[in-house]
């Protein structure tokens, strides 16, 4: 099972931050979250990962609590391509480890 | 970032017929996932494909239904046995990146109907 909780969806405004939050109450130590979003009749695509340090990048920044029990995906200046399902996922830092995808947020981004 | 190609990129195909679907990547990798998604539904890991190993399936799924073949470190193939319209999917193939922090990444999937 998954080991993350998301809300089912989400809308944002055209321009506007979005803001994607996840629950992992229950992350190890060594457990990173990484970010996915697949768009629509696509394979899904990376964002961001991190184990406890805020991260930031070309697409997103990704806010871990101090806890390591929550953390939030951010999209600054949210598009209309950026409609999506948005997945957060818990996992090892294994080159062999799956990852076990939840069912999401779908994000749709309004003009 | 890894070039993964998956052919055909959608079919339609008659119940108890089978499909083969590839997966190239552009670059050696030792393993390779199969993921399904069914309609509706998130992604599933099948099997994970090491070359020059037998695939290992999670549970719920077996060989005879999905055989696998890895060749070599950049190909793979996936078969889908004496389909039903239950199998009807997307399946996706995925590969780490092997740079560290080991994300993957996903090709970009086979869409299959099964009448």
């Known amino acids: 099972d998954a080991k993350t909780t998301q809300p089912p969806s989400m809308d944002c405004a055209e321009g506007r931050a979005a803001n994607l939050p996840c629950n992992h109450s229950?992350?190890?130590?060594?457990?990173?979250v990484y970010w996915y979003r697949q768009i629509h009749s696509q394979g899904p695509q990376y964002i961001i990962h991190?184990?406890?340090n805020n991260e930031t990048n070309e697409m997103a920044s990704l806010i871990i609590t101090e806890d390591r029990k929550s953390s939030t995906l951010i999209l600054p200046h949210a598009t209309l391509r950026d409609t999506a399902v948005y997945y957060c996922?818990?996992?090892?830092?294994?080159?062999?480890?799956?990852?076990?995808f939840g069912p999401g947020t779908r994000l749709s981004v309004l003009p | 970032s890894a070039v993964i190609s998956q052919k055909p990129s959608r079919d339609i195909c008659q119940r108890g017929t089978s499909l083969t679907i590839q997966c190239q990547v552009d670059?050696?990798?030792?393993?390779m996932f199969w993921y399904r998604q069914q309609p509706g539904q998130s992604l599933t890991l099948i099997a994970t494909?090491?070359?020059?190993?037998?695939?290992?399936?999670e549970s719920g799924f077996v060989i005879d239904k999905f055989p696998i073949s890895r060749p070599n470190l950049t190909f793979s193939t996936l078969t889908v046995s004496n389909m039903s319209p239950e199998d009807s999917s997307i399946y996706l193939c995925?590969?780490?990146?092997?740079?560290?922090?080991?994300?993957?990444?996903f090709g970009p999937g086979t869409r299959l109907t099964v009448t």
């Open positions: 995925s590969v780490p990146t092997g740079k560290g922090s080991y994300e993957q990444y």
């Open positions: 229950t992350i190890s130590g060594n457990e990173y």
């Open positions: 991190g184990l406890k």
């Open positions: 996922i818990v996992r090892a830092n294994n080159y062999g480890q799956n990852f076990v």
């Open positions: 670059s050696q990798v030792t393993m």
């Open positions: 494909a090491n070359q020059g190993s037998e695939a290992t399936y």
